[in-house]
């Protein structure tokens, strides 16, 4: 039976060190970690998630501003606003909230942010930076798993490591912090042939395709650390994993739940990120 990754206990631990080195860095610079969430629109799961990142904020002892913006905002205000946050001496991270509305171009936004604020770690700057190994910001969900994987121990180095799903948020940049840390790395998606058998190799699986239930113990090889990606909504209002988790954990040997998995640890990473980018700024 496998050993569960405490996402919510791992994510308190990193935002309650979060807080004292935001408190350090307050006593010796003056500086307070800023930021600034923004909403376009009044999709539920993201009001949801601008709340808690708020919540965080506070409890780590950063400044937070949120911005609600109704969902016909024009493209042209939203880049005004990221141009005046930009510039704002008060704010150090930024984050746009995805997705955006339709009428908005995505990755017109993501580039309008300093990479010295994007502390999703989305800009182009960022994401080509990854690739060759000197990003100023990791993506707070692939920096996450990243930690939960650290925590059990385990040697990366030669493990095959199998991700399942594509996304420039999540698989990509997990695929290539995985490659750094010297695993042998498969990208699967849609298109991917015989799924089982690619998955089944796996040392490390991450399922971050946004299926329920698609990832079954017949995809998972022995003694696999399996980390759980997904959050899905179903009919009945519960949320449900990209993973079976009952059928999956007597086989692997660690496992993350969901919920309390690695959402937790998506907004203890961006804790991170925004704490580092008003440490640099400090520097400046
Ligand atoms: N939507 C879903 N996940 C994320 C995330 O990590 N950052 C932002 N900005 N939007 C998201």
């Known amino acids: 039976m496998a050993v569960i990754l405490d996402g919510i206990k791992i994510a308190q631990e990193v935002r309650v060190s979060v807080r004292s080195e935001a408190a350090a860095l307050k006593e010796e610079t003056g500086i307070v970690p800023g930021l600034a969430v923004v909403l376009v ?40 606003l990221i141009r005046d946050l930009n510039m704002d001496k008060f704010i150090h991270g930024i984050l746009v909230q995805l997705p955006l509305p339709r009428h908005i171009a995505t990755d017109k936004v993501i580039a309008a942010i300093d990479p010295l604020k994007d502390v999703d770690g989305f800009h182009p700057y960022n994401a080509g930076a990854l690739l060759t190994g000197a990003p100023l910001f990791v993506p707070c969900t692939p920096r996450g798993i990243m930690e939960l994987i650290s925590r059990t121990g385990i040697d990366i180095a030669g493990k095959e490591a199998v991700i399942v799903g594509r996304s420039n948020i999540v698989g990509k940049p997990a695929a290539i912090l995985l490659l750094a840390q010297h695993a042998t790395v498969t990208i699967c998606h849609s298109r991917t042939k015989n799924l089982p058998s690619v998955t089944s190799r796996a ?22 650390v399996v980390i759980d990606v997904g959050v899905n909504r179903l009919e009945d209002g519960k ?10 954990a007597p ?34």
């Open 239 to 248: 949320l449900a994993g990209d993973v079976v988790f009952d059928e999956v």
């Open 41 to 80: 629109g009044s999709d539920q799961a993201s009001k949801i998630y601008v709340e808690k990142k708020a919540k965080a904020c506070a409890e780590a002892g950063f400044f937070s501003r949120e911005y609600k913006l109704p969902e016909d905002t024009g493209e042209g205000k939203l880049l005004d």
């Open 203 to 224: 040392d490390i699986l991450i399922a971050a395709v946004g299926k329920p239930h698609m990832i079954t113990a017949n995809m998972v090889k022995e003694g696999a």
């Open 251 to 284: 086989k692997a040997s660690y496992i993350t739940p969901v919920p309390g998995g690695v959402g937790p640890m998506t907004i203890a990473m961006l804790m991170r990120n925004t704490l580092e980018a008003a440490g640099a700024a400090a520097k400046k």
